[in-house]
Each structure stands twice: as structure tokens, then as C-alpha cells.
């Protein structure tokens, strides 16, 4: 067993050139996340703190360091799709990580496509998007119960959007579409490919 590891407490610094909890907690799946606003203007930006944490029915969330405007325009109408990052997007989608007041998709050339059972747009050019109804979104606390500037927004997915190109014999394959996985670092990102794949079934109890 190794003894020799580097601790650090979070609140005293990390004593590295980078906060190592990204990489150690990763990759991570991007949340591509499209909304509009009240307004009817369309949003699009990535998220690398998303997940999915139910099954039936299927509910994902995404977490924004700051209320940003997905955040706000979620919240506000109720809404928001999440859109595979894939390899071919990945310089589009890291356009649209600009946090000045721009137009996304324009900025990106990409396609706002309508979503069918919400009001919120698509990634037009993603091989798999998820159309989202809020259902719940809280402000992040820390240990000590104090606000943190974090915001968490859930939601249920009531449609999916997936390319019949990434399904084989009637099974979604996971590399096929090569999504990306956000890293640790200032820039580290991952594809997925094959080449990695194991299978490992659960144990029978």
C-alpha cells in the first residue's frame, strides 16, 4: 500500500500548478447545454460538471460556477436540451465557452434546430441531443452552509434526438459518434474510441 501520497486541504491550497480535482475526478461528460430566453434569444454553452443520476425517468444535471445565462434561461422557462460534444465539434463546441454577450451558435457555425416537445433549441449538427424539463435547481453551500456562487439546475428528459449511424443491432455504441470528455487542466480534453473499451457485467448476486 502507498504511504508517500500528496495531501493537501482544499481551503490551504493545493501546492501544485494546477487544482488537481478536475483531473482526479475525470474526464467528465460535457453538458452541451442549448436554452432561449424569455426573450427568444438562443443560448448554447458547455458545462463539464453535468451527469445523468436516474434512470426512469431519465434526469440530468448540469452545475454553472456563476448564474449564467443557461442557468437563468432554464430556470426561467422551464427548458433546456443537452447536446453530444463529440471530436468533429470540439472546436465549435469550445467557441461557445465565450463569456462575453455573443450569439452562440453564430459565433460557432451551428445550427439552432427546433426541438419537438420543448421551446428550446438543438445542436443542429450533434448525432444525439436530450430535450429537458426543469424539475428542480438550487444555489450550492459549503460545509459550513454558506451560499456558494454555483448553481445546479435537474432535469427530466422527455425526448431524445440520437443519429441511427451511432446505433448497431438496436444498441446505442457509445464511440461511434467519438464524444469528447472533459479533463483536468487548463485544456485537457478525451475522446472515446474502442480502443479503450472492456466489458465487465455486474456480479450475480
Known amino acids: 500500500m502507498q504511504k508517500d501520497f500528496h495531501f493537501y486541504e482544499p481551503t490551504q491550497g493545493h501546492g501544485l500548478r494546477h487544482d488537481p480535482i478536475s483531473s482526479i475526478v475525470g474526464p467528465r461528460v460535457?453538458?452541451?447545454?442549448?436554452?432561449?430566453?424569455?426573450?427568444?434569444v438562443l443560448n448554447l454553452a458547455p458545462y463539464s460538471f453535468c451527469n445523468v443520476f436516474n434512470y426512469r425517468p431519465p434526469v440530468i444535471a448540469f452545475s454553472s460556477v456563476g448564474y449564467k445565462d443557461s442557468v437563468r434561461n432554464a430556470i426561467e422557462t422551464g427548458v433546456f436540451t443537452w447536446n453530444l460534444a463529440t471530436r468533429d465539434l470540439a472546436e465549435p463546441m469550445n467557441m461557445t465557452s465565450l463569456e462575453?454577450?455573443?450569439?452562440?451558435?453564430e459565433v460557432a457555425g451551428l445550427t439552432p434546430a427546433d426541438s419537438r416537445l420543448i421551446d428550446a433549441p438543438r445542436v443542429g449538427e450533434s448525432p444525439a441531443s436530450l430535450e429537458c424539463k426543469v424539475t428542480t435547481h438550487f444555489q450550492l453551500k459549503d460545509s459550513e452552509g454558506k451560499d456558494l456562487n454555483t448553481w445546479m439546475v435537474l432535469g427530466e428528459v422527455v425526448g431524445v434526438h440520437v443519429s441511427p449511424n451511432s446505433i448497431v443491432d438496436g444498441i446505442y455504441r457509445t464511440a461511434i459518434p467519438r464524444p469528447i470528455l472533459r479533463g483536468g487542466g487548463p485544456g485537457?480534453?478525451?475522446?472515446?474510441?474502442?480502443?479503450?473499451?472492456?466489458d465487465m457485467p455486474r456480479p450475480k448476486s
Request: charged residues 30%; aromatic residues 18%.
Open 30 to 40: 460535457i453538458g452541451w447545454i442549448g436554452t432561449k430566453s424569455k426573450d427568444g
Open 188 to 198: 485537457d480534453y478525451f475522446e472515446i474510441t474502442d480502443l479503450t473499451l472492456f
Open 100 to 105: 462575453q454577450d455573443v450569439r452562440e451558435f
